[in-house]
């Protein structure tokens, strides 16, 4: 058994350690069932447990949970394409996942790896401030992929969440022009218009 401060009591028989641990108004706990004989410690056990917590989600806030988006491209990829995939690459980046590129040949375009090649090349170019190359291009069966992770200064910080129940109302303005119109004094009804009959009519 080990004590309260850590010290090594010795071999105790069971209902002595729970006497112990009865006066000292703590429990006594298992840490060590498969020793031979098992090992007990006299503690606090709802501290323990609390400090124990507290640790684990210290080491959760340390552990950063990586996220790897992929985006294909043909090697014959359109101007236009291009520019709509560099777009998605750039969102990937700022929310800072790393992101896969996989250029994807067919047929004959495997004898013209160079232009995947190129292609990767061009997008590590144009990221060169968001992005740093983590894996090189390499050939993989029938794609070639490369890997970009973002820079810290690129990612973008997640806005502040804003409980609903805190959040304006779409009517909210309407809703204000109603409780004004409801406040204001009631209008005094129009008279009716006077009729006069003409003479000799």
């Known amino acids: ?35 031979d004989p098992p090992v007990c410690r006299i503690m606090d056990y709802g501290k ?7 640790k ?10 990586i996220v790897v988006k992929e985006m294909k491209m043909r090697p014959k990829i359109d101007p236009h394409d291009y520019g709509t995939k560099k777009g998605h ?4 980046l700022k929310q800072g ?3 896969k590129i996989t250029i994807m040949f067919r047929g004959r375009e495997m004898s013209h ?15 060169v401030d968001m992005a740093k190359i983590e894996a090189y291009p390499k050939v ?11 820079l810290k200064e690129a990612i ?7 409980p609903k129940h805190a959040r304006p109302r779409p009517d909210a303005p309407k809703q204000e022009a109603q409780d004004e119109e409801a406040a204001a004094p009631e209008k005094a009804p129009k008279a009716p218009p006077k009729v006069t009959r003409a003479e000799g009519g």
């Open 1 to 35: 058994m080990v004590g309260e401060d850590g010290s090594q009591v010795g071999i105790v028989d069971t209902a002595v350690a729970l006497q112990m641990a009865a006066d000292a108004d703590l429990d006594l706990v298992e840490v060590a069932g498969q020793a």
């Open 48 to 54: 323990y447990k609390y400090e124990q917590a507290v």
């Open 56 to 65: 684990q989600k210290e080491a959760r806030k340390k552990q950063s949970q």
């Open 89 to 92: 690459v750039i969102r990937f």
């Open 97 to 99: 996942a790393k992101v």
């Open 113 to 127: 790896l160079e232009l995947g090649r190129k292609l990767l090349d061009r997008l590590a170019t144009d990221l």
């Open 140 to 150: 993989d069966g029938r794609n070639m992929t490369m890997v970009l992770s973002p």
């Open 156 to 162: 973008e910080a997640k806005p502040a969440y804003v």
